[in-house]
T-cell receptor, first 112, second 110 residues
Framework: EAEVAQSPRYKITEKSQAVAFWCDPI?????LYWYRQILGQGPELLVQ????????DSQLPKDRFSAERLKGVDSTLKIQPAELGDSAMYLC??????????FGPGTRLTVL | GNSVTQMEGPVTLSEEAFLTINCTYT??????LFWYVQYPGEGLQLLLK?????DKGSNKGFEATYRKETTSFHLEKGSVQVSDSAVYFC?????????FGPGTRLSVLP
């Protein structure tokens, strides 16, 4: 069964450093989502892509976060500089349309 | 704005007990309704879904019925197992916008 791939699975960094996360959605899925999940809470949408275009980035802290999906397939989420409050699980999901979302295993970020 | 309210956890049950996790959503539009499950250290997995009123989603012994009149989508299972221990998220899909509840942690004791 096809899966959403994410890497790395774990990332430890110091504050003020730059970090990047990668996501490869299920083949053929046009819609890609990045979520942030703080421990003990539900996922919060950061950015949504339809192919290579951003559909919704209203909750993305644009002073330090950026996301791209240049060829409409895989995607990268970057944080620069990282802050202590960015420690969380970063989840990527994909879907064929706006129906069922399929999630990757996530990247757990710890900022020291 | 759109929102979802879930039963607060943690919920601790003995094996073979009956499970109910309540979920209610705001009645803006006509969302599809989803339950996702998250096992420790993993991403979210789709558990079940329903797309219209009175639909019943079911999977792995879990069930939930789309109740438009009460704007609810309560999750139930007749006999839980230790392997059901996880965090459960209710998530209405308002078209372009999934809204996740805070999650309910379930612990099943042998």
């Amino acid at each position: 069964e096809a899966e959403v791939a994410q890497s790395p699975r774990y990332k430890i960094t110091e504050k003020s450093q730059a970090v990047a996360f990668w996501c490869d959605p299920i083949s053929g899925h046009a819609t890609l989502y990045w979520y942030r999940q703080i421990l003990g809470q539900g996922p919060e949408l950061l950015v949504q892509f339809q192919d290579e275009s951003v559909v919704d980035d209203s909750q993305l802290p644009k002073d330090r976060f950026s996301a791209e999906r240049l060829k409409g397939v895989d995607s990268t989420l970057k944080i620069q500089p990282a802050e202590l409050g960015d420690s969380a699980m970063y989840l990527c999901a994909s879907s064929l349309s706006t129906d069922t979302q399929y999630f990757g295993p996530g990247t757990r970020l710890t900022v020291l | 704005g759109n929102s979802v309210t879930q039963m607060e956890g943690p919920v601790t049950l003995s094996e073979e007990a009956f499970l109910t996790i309540n979920c209610t959503y705001t009645a803006t539009g006509y969302p599809s309704l989803f339950w996702y499950v998250q096992y420790p250290g993993e991403g979210l997995q789709l558990l079940l879904k329903a797309t219209k009123a009175d639909d019943k989603g079911s999977n792995k012994g879990f069930e939930a019925t789309y109740r438009k009149e009460t704007t609810s989508f309560h999750l139930e299972k007749g006999s839980v197992q230790v392997s059901d221990s996880a965090v459960y998220f209710c998530a209405p899909d308002y078209g372009q916008n999934f809204v996740f509840g805070p999650g309910t942690r379930l612990s099943v004791l042998p």
